[in-house]
């Protein structure tokens, strides 16, 4: 497992905010957005994000009668999901968070399925390349353990032996190949009308009332360690 997460600085505390908050997740073949409150905005697409995206959340915005300058905080998805895809949205949410002074929240795909599942000890999954699936255990909303690859229905000493509910995609093999119990709780992709940006805004909001100091959202990666890197460069993600 790789992950930009240590060598993300910490943002200072801010105050609860005020005014609207941005969401946008390029993690997958699709921009997704919305503001809180407002309705999902979406595109799928493979490629092109990294031309898209500005556009469109300008685009969002003046639909709105609203500017860059009347948000109050971003939150991006950090993944785990397609390498530069997750890079495009955290350079420019980190970008515009330097530009504007705002707060950026980063909200992984294991917090967006925790979300609405209830709390306790769940154990995430999600779909990963070549029929594996990435696993997280998260304890009431918060990640109590680095994430891993699985293949479904093999045994893993990494995960909890009793105690966790497995949710997600592919929950009940998973379930089943670690002897954990089941949690009702199926990926956000098959639930119909779910809106992943009111889903961040929610979480992000939720992290922003606390009052503490949140760490700059970084990319999450789970992969092998010997993987190997994309042959494109990576967009460049800012620092204060």
Known sequence: MTSDLQSAPAQSCEPAPKGPVLAFDT???WIMAGLSGRPLVREEMAKGQAERLMPLLSG????????YQDL????VGTGPGNFTGIRIAVAAARGLGLALKIPVVGVSQFEIQAEGAGGGDLLVSLPAPQGRVYLQHIR???AVAAPHLLTPGEKDGAFPQSGAEVCGYAAAEVAA?????LRDQPHWSAIEGFDLPQVMNRIALRRLATGEALPRPAPL???????????????VILDA
Request: proline share 18%; hydrophobic share 40%; no cysteine.
């Open 140 to 142: 009431d909303g918060v």
């Open 27 to 29: 993690s997958g073949p």
């Open 177 to 181: 190949g670690l002897g954990l119990s």
């Open 72 to 75: 109050s905080a971003l939150a």
């Open 60 to 67: 969002l915005l003046a639909a709105e009668g609203l500017g």
């Open 221 to 235: 990666y789970v992969r092998p360690a010997d993987a190997a890197p994309p042959s494109d460069p990576p967009p």
